[in-house]
């Protein structure tokens, strides 16, 4: 079965870029998704189809997607942005999840 | 104003059969632009997608799990259902329904804590 990967944990310090990965085979062909999560609270999706953001997800928060990765990439990040992160993606007609990154700000 | 709430029993035996519904305000579960979905996170550990049901009708199982799952729609209360068969300590998770575009899950519920023990 298809499977993706990402780091368990990403540090970055208060203001520098983070940078969380999702790894799979061929992900690139494939659409990742990106949703957030902080602790007692519901997963919320800041990056779709790859690239793109909800209404209301900061500009600090974008997303790619080629060869093997998808990346999600925070720009300036704020401490607000520490949370659990989690890739998604579509195999055939299953959704998969990413085994989730956390994010710690410095 | 779109909101998804989930209920049903917070601790259910071993062997028995976990049933929760996910009650649809803002939209309608027969949407042909949705799609419906259950997904559950035990605790301290990451998601895990349960499954899909889209136009009242055709549902997508996660196979690692398919032989003990039942997604289904009642049109007349908006709402949509999840029946897990045969539960062990493995199924106590956090499980949350969610609308599913082409691709993503745009709203959750606000999650349920399912406890399974005797």
């Known amino acids: 079965s298809y499977e993706v990967t990402q780091p368990p944990s990403v540090s970055v310090s208060a203001g520098q870029t983070a940078s969380i990965t999702c790894s799979g085979d061929?992900?690139?062909?494939?659409?990742a998704a990106w949703y957030q999560q902080k602790p007692g609270q519901s997963p919320v999706l800041i990056i779709y189809q790859d690239t793109r953001r909800p209404t209301g997800i900061p500009a600090r928060f974008s997303g790619s997607n080629s060869g093997n990765t998808a990346t999600l990439t925070i720009s300036g990040t704020q401490a607000m942005d520490e949370a659990d992160y989690y890739c998604?993606?579509?195999?055939?007609?299953?959704?998969?999840f990413g085994g989730g990154t956390k994010l710690t700000v410095l | 104003q779109l909101h998804l709430q989930e209920s049903g029993p917070r601790l259910v035996k071993p062997s028995e059969t976990l049933s929760l519904i996910c009650t649809v305000s803002?939209?309608?579960?027969?949407?042909?632009?949705?799609?419906w979905g259950w997904i559950r996170q035990p605790p301290g550990k990451g998601l895990q997608w349960i499954g899909n049901?889209?136009?009242?009708?055709?549902?997508y199982y996660n196979p690692s799990l398919e032989s003990r799952i039942t997604i289904s729609v009642d049109t007349s209360k908006n709402q949509f259902s999840l029946r897990l068969s045969s539960v062990t300590a493995a199924d106590t998770a956090m499980y949350y329904c969610?609308?599913?575009?082409?691709?993503?899950?745009?709203?959750w519920g606000r999650g349920t804590l399912v406890t399974v023990s005797s």
């Open positions: 998604q993606a579509w195999d055939d007609s299953n959704v998969i």
């Open positions: 969610a609308r599913r575009g082409t691709w993503q899950f745009d709203l």
């Open positions: 049901i889209y136009y009242g009708q055709t549902t």
């Open positions: 061929k992900l690139g062909d494939k659409l």
């Open positions: 803002g939209d309608s579960v027969t949407s042909s632009s949705h799609f």
